[in-house]
Structure formats: C-alpha cells, structure tokens
C-alpha cells in the first residue's frame, strides 16, 4: 500500500512540474509582428510602384532592404523607412526586399519579389508635353504671339520649340515671376547619388568670362504624379535647392505687380530713343516703384493674351551680381551665372534629391513626371529697365537615364 501511495504522490508532482513548466513557457508569438505583404508585383520601368504593408501601430518603425538587385549586384541596401514603399527601376529584372518592423520589443519581418519588365515602347527623352506659359511682362513676352492668338493657341508654338529635343530655340520667360510647365511620356527615376535630368537654356558658354547681356537664372521645380491623374496639382511641386539658396543676398517672399496702362492713359514721349517711359508700371515689396519702357517699335511687353491688366508673382529673388559691361552705357550688362541647380546655371544636370517641400525638408520622391521654370530675377537697369535678352530663356530638358539606357542598347547592337 505505502508503495502505491508512493508512486501516486510521485506521479502528481510529475504532473504539477510538467503543469508549471508548460505554463511557464514564453509564447514564440508573443513578440512577433504579423505583417501583411503581397508576395509578387510585377511593373514595367519607369513606373512607380506603390508596395503597400500592414500597419503595425503608430510606434512602429519600419526598414525596407533591397536583398537583390539584377542591375549592379548590390545587396543589402536600405531604400526605405515608411510603412509603403515607392518603387522604380530603369532596368528590367528581378528585384526581392526584406521589409523589417519594430515596435518596442516587437519584430517581424517579411519578404517580396518586384518582377520588373521593359517598357514596350521607348520613350522620349525628352519634353513632350506642356501645361502652362505664363510669361512676365517683359521685352520679349509678345515674341511668340500672332494676332488672334489665344493662350492655349500660343502654348503650342512654344512646346514646337521645346520638344523632344535636346537643341531646342529659346523661349522667354519675360520678367521675375514668369514661368512654364512641362512634363514627359514617363517619369525620370530618382537614381541615389547620382544627376537625373538636364536643363537646357541659353549660351552660357565660357561663365568664367564676362559676357554681356547673358540669360538670367530660373528656379526649378518639380513634381511626382503621386495621384497618376497625369497632371501636375498644385500640392505636388517641390522646389530644386540650388547653389545660391542659401546665399545673404537672396530674397525670399519678394513681390512683384505689374499693371498695363489704360487704352486711354495719356503716355509720356519725351526722348528719342524711347516713345513709352512709363509703359508698364512695376511695384515690389522692397519699396522700389517704376516703369517698363517701351521703345520705337511700340513693341508689347504686357501678354497680349491675357485679359486682365494687372498681375502679381511671388517667389525667390536671386542677385547674380549685375554690372554695365562698359562705364556710363545701360544697356549691355554682365552677371554671373550660379553654379548648379538652375536653369542657366554652369552646371546643367539637377539631382532629384536636391528638392525640398516648402518647409525645407527633403521630398524623398521616386521619381518627378513635370518640371515648372521661373524667373528669378528681378533688376531695373537704366534703359532697359528689364533683364532684356538676359531674362531668363527654357529650351527643354532631357532624362539622363533614358539616354544612357537607349545609347547602351545601342552599343550593344
């Protein structure tokens, strides 16, 4: 009997000891995260991708990984730290992430394949499309203009002059404020550390050596089609932060108005030279009041197009170190182009990753599908009273990747 009684009470403390055991026992699940990734995309190039995650709770913190990439053969590289991840390839091929999440001392960690195809069709390289001209009054804003012309009449002399080139003729912006918007057949994919477009404008040949009356410089923006409704909306630019950003003596928030004078104002005729002193009446937020003359010829400087006879533009100012080209003439001047990130400037090839919101921070955008251009200067200047031939002139860009794609198919032929 006390042998029974033995092996009972023996069994029993197996029994609570396996009990607690189990109980005691973490939970592999406990510190897991569970996250929901589709397994294959498939996109052709030059397309943004939007790989969608599970979200895992607002303290999460997320890293997507490329583990192979069929292009260069770098692995391991992190091309993400949100939720989504925006994708574009250039290259054909098959591309696998790793997508890590962490939140306190939860982890989870989940894969995907992106089988990228060509496109079937090349693309432009170049400008195809146009959304906006919106000149400045200036010397030469009427240049493109015929009589009976309307806007949309005179945007598309403007695009014939632009596209699908890189030699295209030199449009004028008119004064500070003027702009154009342009945009392409694909989007230009933001490639790390390196250019991504290039931006044609004037002869800016030799910046080292005084030239006189050069074209001035325009500030760049961009846009992603992050909506894909294949126009550019206002909440989609972003602005190129170029060399002279920074400087003291560039003005932000400097306005401009210019109002056309009245079919039956009175004008002022008092010199040889110029018919019109007080042709177009200009005021900025830096206290300065003048006029735009007009010279014999009675040429327009206001857009012939528009209906309203005032118009006002805000924006960065740049000084590009205006000077006479000789002592006591004003009407041939030097200046000195910016560096980089600017129409006009000595370097030509803009970087996506140089584009900032309006607060300054980075944009981060996979890719951009439109660019706008603007002048960004505004001096009186004797005579002239404008930047004449150096305001600032747009003859297109051009996607640097898509030229070295297509030139290596063609080596390769």
């Not at 500070?176 to 989007?187: A, E, L, P, Q, R």
């Not at 961009?222 to 400087?247: C, F, L, M, R």
């Not at 080209?325 to 980089?340: D, F, V």
């Not at 309006?358 to 002239?384: H, Q, R, T, W, Y």
Request: proline share 5%; net charge negative; hydrophobic share 35%.
């Amino acid at each position: 009997m006390k042998k029974n009684v033995t092996h009972f009470l023996l069994a029993a403390f197996l029994f609570a000891f396996v009990g607690c055991s189990s109980d005691d026992k973490p939970d592999e699940n406990a510190n897991k995260i569970e996250i929901t990734l589709q397994e294959k995309y498939e996109t052709p190039t030059f397309t943004v991708l939007d790989i969608n995650a599970s979200d895992a709770g607002a303290t999460a913190k997320y890293e997507w990984i490329m583990t192979k990439n069929p292009v260069d053969q770098v692995t391991d590289s992190i091309v993400g730290n949100t939720k989504d991840l925006r994708f574009i390839a250039i290259y054909a091929g098959s591309y696998e992430f790793i997508l890590n999440v962490t939140s306190g001392d939860k982890k989870g960690t989940k894969s995907t394949i992106v089988n990228v195809v060509n496109e079937t069709a090349n693309y432009n390289a170049y400008v195809t499309r146009i959304f906006d001209f919106d000149p400045a009054p200036g010397m030469f804003a009427n240049d493109l203009f015929k009589d009976g012309n309307s806007k949309e009449d005179v945007m598309k002399t403007v695009l014939g002059r632009i596209d699908k080139t890189s030699v295209g003729y030199a449009v004028d912006l008119g004064g500070f404020g003027g702009s154009i918007v342009v945009g392409f057949d694909h989007t230009i994919v933001n490639v790390a550390g390196a250019s991504d477009f290039r931006v044609y404008g004037g002869d800016i040949s030799n910046p080292t050596v005084p030239k006189a009356n050069p074209p001035a410089p325009g500030i760049i923006f961009v846009a992603y089609d992050k909506n894909k409704n294949g126009k550019p909306d206002e909440d989609e630019w972003y602005e190129i932060i170029g060399s002279q950003h920074t400087k003291s003596n560039t003005v932000k928030n400097f306005k401009i108005t210019y109002r056309k004078k009245g079919a039956n104002e009175p004008l002022v005729t008092s010199s040889a030279l110029f018919l019109d002193y007080e042709h177009v009446y200009c005021e900025n937020n830096q206290e300065e009041k003048y006029y735009l003359a007009r010279p014999k010829a009675k040429k327009e400087f206001y857009p012939l197009w528009k209906t309203q006879t005032e118009v006002s533009y805000e924006g960065t100012k740049l000084d590009v170190d205006f000077e006479t080209a000789r002592p006591g003439q004003t009407t041939l001047w030097n200046s000195k182009s910016p560096e980089w990130g600017y129409v006009n400037a000595v370097n030509p090839d803009i970087d996506i990753d140089w584009a900032v919101d309006k607060n300054g921070n980075k944009a981060n955008l996979p890719g951009i599908d439109f660019i706008k251009v603007v002048n960004c200067v505004s001096e009186p200047m004797g005579l002239c009273q404008q930047q004449s031939s150096m305001a600032t002139v747009f003859s297109g860009a051009g996607d640097l990747h898509i030229l070295k794609k297509y030139n290596l198919k063609q080596a390769k032929n």
